[in-house]
Every structure is written in structure tokens, then in C-alpha cells.
């Protein structure tokens, strides 16, 4: 019997749904820091909030994007999970 005690989650997911969600966590963060740092009249066109020519800057817009990459980083985090504790182990 064995005193080490076996890893209590493994992985479930595939590796790609893990990349996938980090990279969509980058991506939100990415479109967070334009939302604070961008006029409303200085966002591309297609992000919600562009309004030709307003000074306004869209902070809540920031949030929200910013909250969802954190959320998309933590899922990704999450679905990693442990390896298998039979291909983690190392012979020494």
C-alpha cells in the first residue's frame, strides 16, 4: 500500500478546448485595454460602443471584456486539469 496519495482530478477535456479558452481570455483582454484606453470616436468600427467623433470612453465595455477574458483564463485553467497520475509519475 502506498502513503502517496493519488491526484483527486485528471483530465477530462481535450487539450484544444484548453488552448481555445486561453487564447479567447487573451483576446478579451486585448479588446478590454482598447476599451480603456480608446475614445468611443477611436474604436474600430465594428466593436460595439463606436460612435464617430464622442471623447467618451466606454469603461463598462472595458469591464465586461476584461472580466470574461479573466473567466475564459480561469475555464482554461480549469479544463486543464491534472494529467494522469500514471504519466506524471517519474522513475527515478
Same mark, same amino acid.
Given at each position: 500500500?502506498?502513503?502517496?496519495?493519488?491526484?483527486?482530478?485528471?483530465?477530462?477535456?481535450?487539450?484544444?478546448?484548453?488552448?481555445?479558452?486561453?487564447?479567447? %481570455?487573451? +483576446? $478579451?483582454? /486585448?479588446?478590454?485595454?482598447?476599451?480603456?484606453?480608446? *475614445?468611443?470616436? &477611436?474604436?474600430?468600427?465594428?466593436?460595439?460602443?463606436?460612435?464617430?467623433?464622442?471623447?467618451?470612453?466606454?469603461?463598462?465595455? %472595458?469591464? +465586461? $471584456?476584461? /472580466?470574461?477574458?479573466?473567466?475564459?483564463?480561469?475555464? *482554461?485553467?480549469? &479544463?486543464?486539469?491534472?494529467?494522469?497520475?500514471?504519466?506524471?509519475?517519474?522513475?527515478?
Amino acid at each position: 500500500m502506498s502513503d502517496r496519495m493519488e491526484p483527486l482530478t485528471t483530465r477530462r477535456t481535450s487539450p484544444v478546448v484548453s488552448w481555445l479558452l486561453a487564447l479567447l %481570455g487573451a +483576446a $478579451a483582454i /486585448v479588446v478590454a485595454i482598447i476599451y480603456f484606453v480608446s *475614445a468611443a470616436g &477611436s474604436l474600430p468600427g465594428f466593436f460595439p460602443g463606436h460612435q464617430a467623433g464622442s471623447a467618451h470612453h466606454h469603461t463598462t465595455h %472595458g469591464i +465586461a $471584456a476584461l /472580466v470574461l477574458g479573466l473567466l475564459a483564463l480561469l475555464g *482554461a485553467w480549469m &479544463s486543464a486539469g491534472r494529467r494522469d497520475a500514471s504519466s506524471s509519475e517519474q522513475v527515478v
